[in-house]
């Protein structure tokens, strides 16, 4: 099934994430890209009628084409993976910048606050891997992923391959191929030039990761108009 990015006109059942036509974002490279800056995710799905979530990192593999899917391992003492079992749906929550913004830098009177962010929300049905070399390979490429110069490149290579297989007995890995993709970007697209103009002026002056992340994505849709 081919992922869709829905917008208002999706019908109820097929849209879970409240997305005006304004702010919704269907460019795949920019999801994708947020996918993996946001990486620390929240799992959720349904046991025994009841919300469970967990946080954790989800890798994105499109290598095969997009949509692709979400490679991920739990604890095994974490009964949340015995709910993934190829057919119960799951939502995956992408949290990128976010920012307040605050009425007093727009040049229009009578605003009010409100906050700027992006998100993404990703569907599927997870599934265990059982295979051991194939859980290895998928927690040497979570690995890969986020080692770096700064972290010491530790890689699962310079460990015994004996204990590394002995330690996939305490996780579960999973996968989960996208069904659909919701992305909200709400980056003041519905405020004028100068109101949006003078949000991002005063977020800069915050100063801040995701003050300045936000500031970038205002500026990229201002000049986009």
């Keep these: 099934m081919p992922a869709i990015v829905c917008r208002r006109s999706c019908n109820r059942g097929d849209a879970d994430i409240y997305v005006p036509n ?3 974002e269907a460019d795949p490279a ?3 890209a947020l996918m993996r800056a946001a990486s620390f995710a929240a799992l959720v799905t349904s046991v025994d009628g009841r919300p469970v979530a967990t946080h954790l990192p989800l890798l994105l593999d499109d290598t095969g084409g997009r949509p692709g899917k979400l490679l991920g391992h739990v604890a095994r003492a974490n009964d949340h993976w015995k709910s993934f079992d190829g057919e119960a749906e799951a939502l995956a929550v992408f949290s990128g ?3 307040y913004i605050s ?3 727009y040049e229009s009177a009578n605003m009010v606050p409100t906050w700027n962010y992006a998100a993404v929300h990703v569907y599927g049905r997870p599934q265990v891997i059982e295979d051991t070399d194939a859980v290895l390979e998928l927690l040497a490429r979570l690995v890969g992923t986020y080692e770096s110069d700064a972290t010491g490149n530790w890689s699962m290579a310079k460990s015994d391959p004996a204990l590394m297989r002995g330690m996939t007995k305490g ?3 999973f996968e989960m191929p996208i069904e659909r993709i919701e992305a909200k970007w709400k980056m003041s697209q519905n405020r004028k030039r100068e ?3 003078g949000a991002i002026a005063g977020l800069r002056k915050l100063s801040g990761a995701d003050n ?4 970038a994505a205002m500026e990229q849709r201002l000049a986009d108009r």
């Design 22 to 24: 304004t702010f919704a």
């Design 30 to 32: 920019e999801i994708a």
């Design 97 to 99: 910048p976010h920012a």
């Design 103 to 105: 009425p007093s830098w």
């Design 171 to 173: 996780v579960v890995a």
């Design 195 to 197: 109101d949006a103009a």
């Design 212 to 215: 300045d992340a936000v500031a």
